[in-house]
T-cell receptor, first 115, second 111 residues
């Protein structure tokens, strides 16, 4: 089994629908992240969490919300999906590093299409 | 201006060639640097960290120039399996240790 598992892997939905992307990890890492990737733009951070009680906005959090249900689970919700949220979404985890050089382990990605 | 900029390529090279990518970053507070590799439709994976003194891992050599704020990746003796997108990543030592990703450079190695 993968260290970081994302579900669903692919989803097509319609504008206005609520969508949840789920992420679970077996690495025992405290830190979890949600990124989206768009062609030509690289990965952009949506939300991140350093532990179960810690939730922080990233650079593009508008239109998204998250829930850290447990150390191993971090879900991303689109309350009312819109077409420009069509993208490839990645969940990632990292361990704490004293040097700050946290290395990310990514899930396989969730491809979301909003019609 | 993007905080991390890369030439998108594609770089088309024959097997056995040496190829180099550069990446520039704009925030002088950046403290840690990485190269990630991303295969088509797959997740990014860490290729190597980049240290101030430069570092090598087999056919891959990474260099950092803090004065000019750029990072380089050199691949020697290119293999077909090196075909991928290479992402330059910069980490800033602030709350969240925010990682900033470049958009990536596409490498295609051809036989």
């Amino acid at each position: 089994d993968a260290d970081v598992t994302q579900t669903p892997r692919n989803r097509i939905t319609k504008t206005g629908k609520r969508i949840m992307l789920e992420c679970s990890q077996t690495k025992g890492h405290d830190r979890m992240y949600w990124y989206r990737q768009d062609p030509g733009l690289g990965l952009r951070l949506i939300y991140y969490s350093f532990d179960v009680k810690d939730i922080n906005k990233g650079e593009i959090s508008d239109g998204y919300s998250v829930s850290r249900q447990a150390q191993a689970k971090f879900s991303l919700s689109l309350e009312s999906a819109i077409p420009n949220q069509t993208a490839l979404y990645f969940c990632a985890t990292s361990d704490f590093s004293v040097s700050g050089a946290n290395v990310l382990t990514f899930g396989a990605g969730s491809r979301l299409t909003v019609l | 201006r993007k905080e991390v900029e890369q030439d998108p390529g594609p770089f088309n090279v024959p097997e056995g060639a040496t190829v180099a990518f550069n990446c520039t970053y704009s925030n002088s507070a950046s403290q840690s640097f990485f190269w990630y590799r991303q295969d088509c439709r797959k997740e990014p994976k860490l290729l190597m960290s980049v240290y101030s003194s430069g570092n090598e891992d087999g056919r891959f050599t990474a260099q950092l120039n803090r004065a000019s704020q750029y990072i380089s990746l050199l691949i020697r003796d290119s293999k077909l399996s090196d075909s991928a997108t290479y992402l330059c990543v910069v980490n800033r030592m602030e709350y969240g240790n925010k990682l900033v990703f470049g958009a990536g450079t596409i490498l295609r190695v051809k036989s």
